[in-house]
């Protein structure tokens, strides 16, 4: 059974930052494409970034994209979120999600085979 265990969420002001962890357990680390997803209040889901374990980083939203960095520690069988220049729209739920087989790229929740807990980002102006 796929589990993935995110840590990390907190308040920051805006400009702080912050930085997600995603542990993922019960397949193997390298088959799967793996992003972070987050929800605002009174929002839907969006895609925020995915990697490629194999490849690397294939995908940020273009409202993150200069400010978020997504990586991998292969070793530990982590994905992090790096969160930089925060501001207070990034206020949201955030989760770790794997991919269906196949997906090429994590954006839709459609694609989403598994999902994490939600860890809350705060960002205060």
């Known amino acids: 059974e796929v589990q993935l265990q995110a840590s990390g969420g907190g308040s920051a002001q805006a400009g702080g930052s912050l930085k997600l962890a995603c542990v993922v357990s019960g397949y193997s680390f390298d088959d799967y494409k793996i992003g972070w997803f987050r929800q605002a209040p009174g929002k839907e889901r969006e895609g925020v970034a995915c990697?490629?374990?194999?490849?690397?980083?294939?995908y940020y939203n273009d409202v993150v994209k200069g400010r978020f960095t997504i990586s991998s520690d292969n070793a530990k069988n982590t994905v992090y979120l790096q969160m930089n220049s925060l501001k207070p729209e990034d206020t949201a739920v955030y989760y770790c999600?794997?991919?269906?087989?196949?997906?090429?790229?994590?954006?839709?929740?459609?694609?989403?085979?598994?999902w994490g807990q939600g860890t809350l980002v705060t960002v205060s102006s």
């Open positions: 990697i490629d374990i194999s490849v690397g980083v294939i």
């Open positions: 999600a794997i991919g269906l087989p196949g997906t090429t790229v994590l954006i839709l929740t459609t694609q989403v085979g598994s």
